[in-house]
């Protein structure tokens, strides 16, 4: 096993190959702490989604690659006062979890409807990111009449302590739902590193993985 991240990419990308033709799974790399050389060498192996969790990390890396033309995911808490500007470069928001939200990122005139996908609290701590689950349905609705905003779908983290795929089976069911409300709205993204298999097993089309490919980030700084 070779060390180099474009060749655990390719060894990741073999072991998707039956999912990713079955229902087109998007493997986003998730390259938050990483130098923006990284994600430069990846994507001259093919790479085209790359996953940010913090502003403004995201928006420097995303800003030297400009020249890439890369679609950007934004994976992590998106917070209202830097909604706006993660927008500006952000192809996508994983992270939708509050109307107030919404309605930040429609005050903006950066570019029009941004892919949003619905966040999921699935645990029973109100204090993590995410919509409780009583709360998707107004949320979704919410989205998808949006100006500002594309209803995608869900997006979700396994909690910690509980087997993850009992927790995307939940998200699949919370997933339905958002797809009774929008039936455009068919992206789940789930799986990390430890459990993109079980999050394959119940219906991810989008998996979010760092370290397995990227190798361990360097320590936070
Ligand atoms: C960091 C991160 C990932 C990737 O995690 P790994 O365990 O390194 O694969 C996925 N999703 C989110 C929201 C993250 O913050």
Known sequence: MTDAPAARLAAFLEQLEDA??????????????????LV?????????????????????????????????HFVGQLQRNKARQVARYADVLHSIDSTELVEVLEGGDERPRRDALVQVN????????????????????????????????????????????????????????????DPDAQWISAGMSADWREALEHGATHLRIGTAITGNRPADG
Do not use: N, Q, Y
Not at 27 to 33: D, F, P, S
Not at 60 to 71: C, V
Not at 155 to 178: C, D, I, N, S
């Open 122 to 181: 699935l645990t029973d701590d109100p204090g993590r990111g995410g919509v409780a689950p009583a709360d998707l349905d107004a949320l979704a609705e919410r989205v998808a009449a949006s100006p500002a905003l594309r209803l995608r779908g869900v997006m979700a983290v396994a909690p910690l302590g509980e087997k993850p795929g009992r927790a995307f089976e939940r998200l699949a069911r919370h997933a339905e739902r958002v797809r009774a409300i």
């Open 20 to 37: 990713r033709r079955a229902r087109g799974v998007t493997l986003i790399v998730v390259t938050k702490r990483h130098p923006a050389a």
């Open 40 to 72: 430069r060498e990846l994507a001259e192996a093919g790479h085209r989604d790359f996953g940010e969790s913090r502003h403004p990390e995201s928006r420097d890396k995303a800003e030297e690659l400009a020249d890439l033309g890369l679609t950007w």
